[in-house]
Nanobody, 115 residues
Framework: QVQLVESGGGLVQAGGSLRLSCAAS????????MAWYRQAPGKQRELVAT???????NYVDSVKGQFTISRDNAKNTVYLQMNSLKPEDTAVYYC?????????WGKGTLVTVSS
């Protein structure tokens, strides 16, 4: 059974940094594409960043140069480094594994950025 467990969220002041982690079990992340999504209060869930099995990365325009997605294959973990955080980055952040049978989601981790 595939499980994704996010951690690293919390309360941070604007301009601060956080690193989110997504520990995967039941799947080898190095051979899969992985993604981070977020859902802000009252808004739809949006794709934030992706990393392919070959290591290519992509970001939504609003976080380019601010967020970095990476992975540690030995730890089977995907990360999202978030710098220069803004109040509009406040959201629940979800780790995601797209599969042919559908998306697998973690339970999310809350990031709150105070002004």
């Amino acid at each position: 059974q595939v499980q994704l467990v996010e951690s690293g969220g919390g309360l941070v002041q604007a301009g601060g940094s956080l690193r989110l982690s997504c520990a995967a079990s039941g799947v080898i992340i190095s051979v899969n594409n992985m993604a981070w999504y977020r859902q802000a209060p009252g808004k739809q869930r949006e794709l934030v960043a992706t990393i392919t099995s070959s290591g290519s990365t992509n970001y939504v325009d609003s976080v380019k140069g601010q967020f970095t997605i990476s992975r540690d294959n030995a730890k089977n973990t995907v990360y999202l480094q978030m710098n220069s955080l803004k109040p509009e980055d406040t959201a629940v952040y979800y780790c995601n594994l797209p599969t042919v049978l559908g998306h697998i989601w973690g339970k999310g981790t809350l990031v709150t950025v105070s002004s």
